[in-house]
């Protein structure tokens, strides 16, 4: 089991965010971003975990997470990401988009510029507009993509004061999160279980791809795309269910399996070993599954405080037939031979698990616990 260690921090965590570290660097994650929610005050905030882990002479665990600043927030952090290494663009249920830029010198956190009102609903009554929560960020700097309750799509450059693009009715239902595909191509989840491929160098509002769960209206909540193969996409849904995709292959998952008990409400590939992966859920669970070939005979085994039960793989489709050399571990449709091993990280269920985010050995979570836990030993 690995050692997590937690903080109680006096708000519930929304969103959790690993600062990136610079290219080519061999230093360990050290600083993150939280975003709160539901508190009177909500607060987006930036730590650092400094010695924290590290054995003190006595045995035990010195160091903590020190909070090196924070900054109000207007309604709840809806999602939060790191621009680059100074700049954090956080997403509010009131339908604003704020980039907040860190001033380490004096270790403060100030608004670097806004667009206010990026979401919002068009209604009857007074008055008719009216705001939609910004559900979802993704960035790729200088450009951020934003998406709401509203089913709006917004392209924002930095520096420009109006959105670069927008698509108004991408979508009749909630759009819950987005991520890129590559560099002009986006991919978001809805609120009745699909998937959709938008590419901006077309015209018009609408996408160039739906995939959906046949028959299924399980609204998703969280995406995450294979860091080197980008047809392989991860989501997670209001059913607990993770499900693989290969966005080449067809319109259904290539393979869906059972997990959580409740809403899945983040799911990530570890950026640089993608054969391993997390999720985390409203039941209290996070969940580390190694889909690594390197392990013969890899059993299905969960670990939770030495109690174990069988956890597989069901594949719904077997429609791969696909001509490369190397096959990512999360296409194979064989349960037999490519079981999964999944690990539960939190020694005890907690409140809902509502972010979590992965650097080098780093893992990070945030929970409605108020409480934050970190592990720096994901694969000792």
């Not at 939280?34 to 009177?40: Q, R, V």
């Not at 080098?360 to 592990?375: F, K």
């Amino acid at each position: 089991m690995e050692e997590i260690f937690a903080k109680f921090v006096s708000q519930k965590i929304s969103k959790t965010r690993w600062r990136p570290v610079p290219p080519g660097s061999l230093q360990p994650a050290e600083t993150f971003a939280t975003g709160s929610w539901d508190n009177e005050e909500n607060s987006v905030s930036l730590w650092c975990i400094g010695d924290f882990g590290n054995l003190s002479t006595d045995g035990g665990f010195e160091g903590d997470h020190q909070l090196l600043c924070d900054i109000k927030h207007h309604g709840d952090v809806m999602d939060l990401q790191f621009l680059d290494q100074e700049r954090i663009v956080a997403a509010s249920s009131t339908g604003c988009v704020t980039i907040f830029l860190h001033h380490p010198n004096n270790q403060t956190l100030s608004v670097s510029q806004e667009w206010v009102g990026a979401h919002y609903h068009i209604g009857p009554g007074s008055p008719s507009y009216r705001s939609a929560p910004c559900t979802g960020i993704v960035c790729n700097s200088p450009e951020i993509v934003t998406v709401g309750e509203d089913g709006r799509i917004n392209l924002f450059r930095v520096d420009y004061k109006e959105a670069v693009r927008t698509i108004d009715n991408a979508d009749s239902s909630t759009l819950h999160a987005v991520t890129f595909l590559r560099t002009p191509e986006i991919l978001t989840v809805n609120s009745i279980g699909q998937l959709k491929i938008w590419d901006f160098r077309q015209q018009g509002s609408e996408p160039s791809q739906i995939l959906s769960l046949t028959g299924d209206r399980v609204p998703l909540h969280c995406v995450d795309r294979h860091p080197n193969q980008q047809h392989v996409v991860a989501t997670g849904g209001q059913d607990g269910m993770l499900s693989i995709w290969d966005v080449r292959q067809g319109s259904m998952p290539v393979s869906l399996l059972k997990a959580h008990e409740a809403e899945m409400w983040e799911v990530h590939f570890h950026p640089s070993n993608p054969d391993h992966l997390f999720t985390c859920s409203e039941d209290g669970s996070l969940w580390h599954w190694d889909a690594s070939t390197d392990v013969p005979e890899k059993s299905s085994l969960f670990h939770q405080g030495g109690r174990n039960s069988t956890l597989l793989a069901h594949p719904l489709s077997n429609q791969l037939n696909v001509n490369q050399s190397v096959i990512s571990s999360w296409l194979s449709t064989d349960p037999a031979k490519d079981r999964i091993e999944i690990t539960s990280l939190l020694p005890n269920r907690t409140l809902s698990v509502n972010s979590l985010d992965v650097l080098g050995s780093c893992l990070l979570c945030g929970t409605d616990a108020e409480a934050i836990y970190v592990t720096r030993q994901l694969f000792s």
